[in-house]
Every structure is written in structure tokens, then in C-alpha cells.
């Protein structure tokens, strides 16, 4: 079942859809306990005020979670080290949806980034085509072109990351609309996202209870209430003519595996080697970016805790 999510925002004459993936219902949503913020939590897009690694990991959409909460704010914080899983949020966007009901309503939301094809722009700042990072063939000879291309890599998703400027809410007590990243909404409620120092891409948000919640500060009746919460990511459109599993190393024929991101947004193809032997080698990388194709729902339940 596929379905859209429409946020407008008369005030700046936008509107967003998000695709959500198809889901064969929720029936192992993970349950977690709840955890108290003895500080408040700075929403910088580091995980210095979390602990690492994250204690939650969905291992099919490759993400890290946590969830914690003071008695005004819920915090929550994604991170993923895997390139494909990067790729897809900063194409696709980030949908995290928070149920106050616990039954995994789809109604509140926060979408950050925001796809760059929902806010009318080009994929790169020049239009000339996506900036190409090509995964090289692998074998011994050619570890230092692979470690160059990566580092190309990283470094166009860091730039991409600051030109992520603009997310959007919907579902929460009047402060529906598309927002700058540096500006404040009458919810209270900051998005940050950036990459570390081990390349890891981290998410944080803020969201005080006042914004979503039956009231605006929890207290030990709420103790232990379960909140929903879902990560989801969209995949990205496969490239014409190329199926799952079918990509194959470049240099004796078939298929390369490529790696583009360019200004406000980046793509994922596979290109044709051209003429050669159809019969080359299968390239295991290209197997491991089949993630960037696959849309992924996280569904968790999370107590609220209490001090």
C-alpha cells in the first residue's frame, strides 16, 4: 500500500509529498525503555550529548536510533554509517513520525531533509548532471584509486548535508509548514543533521511535548506511557534496464556501479561499460548498494520515562 502525505503551507505557497514504502504490517515493533536526560540535550547534529554506539540498530534499513526525554522535550537521534543508507536520506529525505497514541498512526511528522525535487530545484547548482564518484574495480592494484573516490565522496555528502536547508512539519499544534533550518517555529521543535569525525551521518531532533502531546510537561502519571515512533527512508528510482543483482564490474564489460551527489541533491546509477563480456566478474558492492533502492519503515515503542 502505497500513499502520499501532502503538507501546505499557504504562508510560503509549498507543497511536499512524501512517498512512504510499502509495509506488510508492524507486528515486531520493537519495544524500548524509556530514558531520562539528566541534561538537556544540545541539537547540534553530534551524538556528544548520546551514548555511542546508539543501543537500538535496524540491520535491513541500516540505522542506529536512540530516544530520550526530559519532562518538557523529547529527543531523538538517527545515525548511519553505510554510503547507499547516507545517499538515500539526503536524496529521499527522512521521515520520522511520532504516535502519542501507540498505534502507529502516520499523522505527525518530521521530514528533514526535505528532497530537493520537492523544493523545485536542480539536482546540482550548474544543471550540467550529477558530480560522479565511481566505485573502481577491486583488486589489489586499485585500493588507492577506491580510498580516493571515497574520500570524494564523503566530501560532496558533507557539502550536500550544509546545503540541506529547509525541513518541513506536519501533524503538530500549529507550526504545519516548511521550514529554514537555522529558523524558529512556534512548536519549538530543531532538526540538525551532519556527518562526524568517523563518517557517520547523525540526525537529531527536539520536539517538546507541548507540540504533539495531551500537555506540555510530563509527570509520573505518564511514566512508562509508550510513545510510536518511525524512521522511514525512501529508495531511490532504479536505473532503466538495471535489475537487483545484476550489476557487474566495468574494465572486462557489464556494469560499474556509480556514486553521484551534486550541490542540492545526488543520484545513484549504473552505468553501461559497453561492449565486452557479459560474463564478468559480479562486483559484491554493487550487491551492497541495493540499500539505496529499498524503502524502510523502523517501528519502535518507547516508555516515557520520569525522574
Not at 501546505?8 to 504490517?25: E, K, T
Not at 501507540?102 to 525535487?117: D, L, Q, R, S
Not at 510513545?227 to 528510482?237: H, V
Amino acid at each position: 500500500m502505497y500513499k502520499r502525505v501532502f503538507v501546505m503551507g499557504a504562508m510560503l505557497g509549498a507543497m511536499i509529498f512524501v512517498d512512504a514504502c510499502s509495509v506488510a504490517g508492524h507486528k515486531g515493533t520493537k519495544k524500548i525503555a524509556g530514558v531520562w536526560a539528566v541534561e538537556p540535550i544540545v541539537i547540534d547534529g553530534s551524538s556528544n550529548d548520546w551514548h555511542t554506539p546508539y543501543p537500538n540498530y535496524d540491520d535491513k534499513a541500516m540505522l542506529g536510533y536512540a530516544v530520550s526525554n526530559d519532562s518538557e522535550n523529547l529527543y531523538i537521534t538517527v545515525e548511519t554509517g553505510d554510503a547507499a543508507t547516507q545517499l538515500k536520506i539526503l536524496e529521499g529525505g527522512l521521515t520520522v513520525w511520532i504516535d502519542k497514541s501507540g498505534t502507529e498512526k502516520e499523522v505527525t511528522a518530521i521530514n528533514y531533509p526535505i528532497p530537493a525535487v520537492y523544493k523545485g530545484k536542480q539536482h546540482n547548482a550548474d544543471g550540467t548532471g550529477y558530480a560522479r564518484a565511481h566505485i573502481a574495480d577491486q583488486d589489489p592494484g586499485a585500493n588507492v584509486e577506491v580510498q580516493k573516490r571515497l574520500i570524494e565522496m564523503q566530501q560532496n555528502v558533507k557539502k550536500t548535508i550544509e546545503a540541506a536547508d529547509e525541513y518541513s512539519l506536519q501533524g503538530f499544534k500549529g507550526c504545519n509548514l516548511q521550514f529554514p533550518i537555522k529558523a524558529e517555529n512556534s512548536c519549538g521543535i530543531v532538526v540538525r543533521m551532519s556527518m562526524d569525525q568517523d563518517n557517520e551521518l547523525i540526525w537529531e531532533a527536539k520536539i517538546p511535548f507541548g507540540a504533539f502531546y495531551f500537555k506540555s510537561k510530563v509527570d509520573r502519571s505518564d511514566m512508562h506511557r509508550q510513545i510510536n515512533i518511525c524512521f522511514e527512508t525512501t529508495g531511490s528510482k532504479r536505473p532503466a534496464g538495471q535489475t537487483a543483482g545484476n550489476a557487474r564490474v566495468r574494465g572486462r564489460g557489464g556494469f560499474r556501479p556509480s556514486i553521484g551527489i551534486g550541490g542540492m541533491g545526488m543520484g545513484m546509477s549504473f552505468g553501461n561499460g559497453g561492449g565486452g563480456n557479459q560474463g564478468s566478474p559480479y562486483d559484491p558492492n554493487a550487491n551492497l548498494m541495493e540499500s539505496l533502492y529499498k524503502s524502510t519503515k523502523t517501528w519502535t515503542k518507547v516508555g516515557i520515562a520520569i525522574k
